[in-house]
């Protein structure tokens, strides 16, 4: 089982950048595939970011790519998402995701993800 807390969240002007983290708990962190989801009031949860199986390779979704990366540190159990030039459609509640070494669908999709964090709040002014 993996425990998982955000952080990092916050208000922030257009243009600006912040970074958000994902402690997780648990010995066998660094087999579970990683993502990145958001959700803005009176919408679905969309996919942000993730890493392949491996963890070799990372994927995007097409509204934040070049602007987002993320990143891990398997020594710190911790997930990173660092955001850039930061837009206004940016706002939502971020959630960081765990899907577990079995699972072999597509991992764009919430569904995919068991474990998940409490979320953190960013909000872009204009």
């Known amino acids: 089982q993996v425990q998982l807390v955000e952080s990092g969240g916050g208000l922030v002007q257009a243009g600006g950048s912040l970074r958000l983290s994902c402690a997780a708990s648990g010995r066998t962190f660094s087999s579970y595939t990683m993502g990145w989801f958001r959700q803005a009031p009176g919408k679905e949860r969309e996919f942000v970011a993730r890493f392949s199986r491996s963890g070799g390779t990372t994927h995007y979704a097409d509204s934040v790519k070049g602007r987002f990366t993320i990143s891990r540190d398997n020594a710190k159990n911790t997930v990173y998402l660092q955001m850039t030039s930061l837009k206004p459609e940016d706002t939502a509640v971020y959630y960081c995701?765990?899907?577990?070494?079995?699972?072999?669908?597509?991992?764009?999709?919430?569904?995919?993800?068991?474990?998940w964090g409490q979320g953190t709040q960013v909000t872009v002014s204009s």
């Open positions: 995701a765990a899907s577990i070494p079995a699972y072999s669908g597509s991992l764009y999709y919430p569904d995919s993800y068991s474990y």
